[in-house]
């Protein structure tokens, strides 16, 4: 077993003891919040006495296949590790950017990689979906969010995966104003890069939406933030975001072929 714990709990000895015997507690306790083909989350309680501890999300990745398991054991960081470190990375950049990052374990067996775990602190945070996919939609949260990605943007971060499930709000309210703070899970994916170009960003404009009114806002609101050139920005971002949805209708006819 490999694994890496935060500083800020390494020393807690119950969370010593639950990674320890992660893999059967995985299987025999916690509470299942999703199941997938791939990845299963799980809350738990591991330290009830630790405010963070008490309530913990364990996620469990699995490879698809032998060749996965290989390159993961060989070439390949984890899933886990790169969610982990993700993770140190956006909340670095902004406290509460994403769950916070407690730790990652990796179960190997004869020096394969079997499976491999993401433990974080647990948030109710909903996600954006229902804000953004009503019409007319919230428009203040849509400005966050589009804030949101320049500010990942800005600190060379591309997320790779914005679909509305992976991307969280929580309502803060100041006096009168409603302000939205805006976090990400499902980091895995998420690279780093020196001098982001548009085009290094282009999976964090084009996937999240095929509301096009939704669209041109955030985008306008993102140029705005960047301080680009908003009509030569929404421009480029328009035919990325029409030349991604003709890529995808083109996959999807040619699996639809595949599976008749």
């Not at 994403?98 to 990796?106: D, G, L, Q």
Request: aromatic content about 12%; overall charge neutral; glycine content about 4%.
């Amino acid at each position: 077993m490999r694994k890496e714990i935060n500083p800020t709990y390494s020393a807690n000895k119950a969370l010593q003891d639950f990674i320890a015997h992660l893999p059967q507690r995985f299987e025999a306790d916690g509470e299942v919040i999703f199941s997938g083909k791939r990845n299963i989350i799980k809350t738990f309680c591991i330290d009830a006495e630790d405010e963070v501890l008490s309530n913990v999300v364990v996620k469990k990745f699995r490879a698809r296949n032998i060749f996965q398991q290989l390159a993961y054991s060989t070439f390949w960081a984890s899933k886990a590790k790169r969610a982990y470190n993700n993770g140190l990375r956006l909340v670095k950049m902004d406290e509460g950017s994403t769950p916070f990052p407690i730790a990652f374990v990796e179960d190997y067996g004869c020096g394969i990689l079997h499976q491999c775990y993401y433990i974080t602190d647990f948030t109710d945070a909903p996600s954006v979906r229902e804000q953004l996919e009503t019409q007319p939609f919230n428009r203040p949260l849509a400005k966050a969010f589009a804030h949101f990605i320049a500010r990942l943007h800005k600190n060379g971060l591309v997320h790779h995966d914005l679909n509305f499930s992976n991307v969280l709000y929580k309502e803060e309210t100041k006096g009168d104003e409603v302000h939205y703070k805006i976090s990400v899970i499902d980091i895995n994916r998420l690279t780093t890069h020196e001098n982001l170009t548009i085009d290094d960003c282009k999976d964090d404009f084009v996937r999240w939406t095929d509301d096009m009114q939704l669209f041109t806002f955030v985008m306008e609101e993102y140029a705005k933030a960047r301080q680009l050139d908003i009509e030569i920005f929404k421009h480029q971002a328009l035919m990325m975001k029409r030349q991604h949805n003709k890529d995808w209708a083109r996959r999807k006819g040619f699996l639809a072929l595949l599976r008749c």
